[in-house]
Nanobody
Framework: VQLVESGGGLVQPGQSLTLSCAAS????????MSWYRRTSGKEREWVAT????????VYADSVKGRFTISRDNDKNMVYLQMRKLKPEDTDVYYC???????WGQGTQVTVSA
């Protein structure tokens, strides 16, 4: 299984970004999928999870109301739409299924004025 995250970048506070997660070697449609984030030297923090059907979604309190997780099982992709970004959202973002697979390289999100 290989996970590839993309879509990160440098944005100003209040702006938006949409992250993408592509997988190879596995059909994501049979797994609940999550996004995580980590600043160097810290543990990965769970951000959001979407059920395999796309119906149920849960979020960390720190991102609730600002981030939206979604998926396209036909394309084997998972997304994280991030709005109203804050400096404290600066991190490397990763996708995974309950941490069961090797981590990808992640995608860097930097929120700074």
């Amino acid at each position: 299984v290989q996970l590839v995250e993309s879509g990160g970048g440098l944005v100003q506070p209040g702006q938006s970004l949409t992250l993408s997660c592509a997988a190879s070697g596995v059909a994501l449609s049979i797994y609940d999928m999550s996004w995580y984030r980590r600043t160097s030297g810290k543990e990965r923090e769970w951000v959001a999870t979407i059920e395999r059907s796309g119906g149920g979604r849960v979020y960390a309190d720190s991102v609730k109301g600002r981030f939206t997780i979604s998926r396209d099982n036909d394309k084997n992709m998972v997304y994280l739409q991030m709005r109203k970004l804050k400096p404290e959202d600066t991190d490397v973002y990763y996708c995974n299924a309950d941490r069961r697979w090797p981590w990808g390289q992640g995608t860097q999100v930097t929120v700074s004025a």
